[in-house]
């Protein structure tokens, strides 16, 4: 059968894949890239001389000799463009400029409801955006990610009735950015965007399969098979929190269903039955809170179940074992590699990750769980601007003072950083402590899936996005 000639779509995955080989450090020569890829030698020196073209690779120092001349290593020239990103909360949205390595060069963390609609949302980042792409050569912008609380197509880019977000339903999201910013925009679900940022940052191998669960405010997963995102046919694959897992009608979502996880255990349900418990007596650790605040978010009884109140401790053991109930069912469905839990206080606290721990051992499968990793998001690094300043708002929690995280274990009686497995307290009584430092704290813990540079950071020129803004942008159509 004659072979079919090249076209251009085949140009640009080839060149994905040598950029996106020697970006992860898979291949740094030309002969490793051939071997990786399985390509040609003619084929991978044209594309690397594409690359090259393009400002995207360069010669770095020699790398070993097999024997004969000492072959060039590549370099990924991650300076060549920049990336405007912001992943949207309920109550608070991060944006960040990062390099096409994922490295944050700025980022800042905002108070803004979400619940505002998507003109005044677009707006003010408009307005960010500016501020962070001061001082940059805005002619190097390559693309603007945004991650949404909520249901994403996405083919179209646009939110899908997203519970929280009213007024978005529908909207050309895509298509109000790339007029704005004339490069190509990237719209997904916060979770899958974490999901792709974890596997990123930890280097998970192309053959291994992940499910990040987001439980914080509202229960997601992003689900990474082989390297990349499985979105299923819409792009709504993995949202778990509005599955039914309990037979009950008075148990109301904000989905306007009944029995959904994330009306069990998701941080607003928490907070929900939080309140109740201080009505009735249950917690003293939690009165103190809505004495002092008013109120009580999930990121409070995550410090409670630190501080060991009995309620709070109670409350997430709850939490874990909900979710690692459905969780077994997709371990055994799915049989990933690794369970990666983030997404607030919650899903970083000891009982939690031991609770999920081992219901999935409990109910999954001996074969599907054996040599399943259950664990806790790891935190990455970030790369701002050398010689620049650290942006003020950077790690400043929303709505309180710019309280760092030692600061505010010293406010709570701890001091140095426990050790892993024991309470900030260990099971002491919490003294009194700043109200606004331990609730600062907590708003700080409990939005860590989008302040967390990595998870922001690293979402936003995977493979995935450096392909797209490959084909799309920086060629010429075919
Ligand atoms: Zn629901």
């Avoid at 499968?365 to 054996?370: E, H, M, N, Q, R």
Wanted: glycine letters at 12%.
């Amino acid at each position: 059968m004659p072979r079919r000639p090249p076209t251009a779509v085949d140009q640009y995955e080839a060149l994905a894949t040598v950029l996106r080989l020697v970006r992860r450090n898979r291949a740094r020569t030309r002969p490793e890239l051939g071997a990786a890829a399985l390509m040609g030698r003619t084929v991978i020196s044209q594309r690397v001389e594409e690359a090259m073209e393009l400002g995207l690779l360069e010669d770095a120092d020699t790398g070993p000799s097999s024997g004969g001349r000492a072959p060039r290593r590549l370099r990924f020239r991650s300076e060549e463009g920049l990336v405007l990103s912001a992943v949207l909360g309920a109550a608070a949205l991060d944006v960040a400029v990062t390099d096409l390595d994922g490295g944050v060069l700025e980022h800042r963390h905002l108070e803004w409801p979400v619940a505002r609609g998507p003109e005044e949302t677009l707006d003010f980042l408009d307005g960010q955006f500016a501020g962070l792409l001061k001082g940059c050569d805005a002619a190097r912008l390559w693309a603007v990610v945004i991650g949404l609380p909520g249901p994403v197509e996405f083919a179209t880019g646009r939110p899908s009735q997203p519970p929280i977000m009213p007024g978005w339903d529908g909207y050309d999201l895509r298509g109000r950015l790339q007029d704005r910013y004339g490069v190509p925009a990237w719209i997904d679900n916060d979770a899958n965007l974490l999901a792709l940022g974890e596997a990123w940052t930890t280097g998970l191998d192309d053959d291994r399969h992940m499910i990040y669960v987001k439980a914080g405010t509202g229960i997601g997963a992003g689900i990474v098979s082989g390297g990349r995102i499985h979105r299923g046919s819409k792009g709504s694959a993995g949202d778990i929190g509005h599955a039914r897992v309990l037979e009950d009608s008075s148990v109301m979502c904000r989905c306007g269903r009944t029995g959904c996880l994330e009306a069990l255990a998701g941080g607003w349900a928490l907070a929900r039955d939080a309140v109740t418990a201080v009505h009735e007596g249950r917690s003293r650790f939690l009165a103190d809170i809505h004495r002092a605040a008013g109120e009580i978010t999930p990121a409070d009884i995550g410090l409670g179940a630190a501080a060991g109140d009995p309620w709070c401790l109670t409350a997430v053991a709850r939490a874990g074992e909900r979710i690692g109930s459905l969780m077994a069912a997709l371990v055994n469905f799915y049989n990933p590699d690794c369970l990666v839990f983030g997404g607030g206080a919650v899903t970083g606290a000891d009982t939690f990750l031991r609770v999920v721990d081992h219901t999935v051992r409990s109910r999954a499968l001996p074969l599907a769980s054996a040599d399943l990793i259950v664990r806790a998001l790891r935190r990455g690094r970030d790369r701002r601007r050398r010689g620049r300043r650290p942006p003020r708002r950077r790690g400043t929690p929303v709505g309180g003072r710019p309280r760092g995280l030692g600061a505010v274990r010293k406010a709570v009686g701890g001091g140095a950083r426990p050790a892993r497995g024991r309470s900030l307290t260990h099971g002491r009584a919490l003294p009194p402590a700043p109200m606004d430092a331990r609730r600062a704290d907590a708003r700080r813990t409990d939005t860590g899936r989008v302040t967390h540079p990595s998870c922001l950071s690293r979402a936003q020129a995977p493979l995935e996005p450096l392909t797209y803004v490959c084909g799309m942008h920086k060629f010429p159509r075919q």
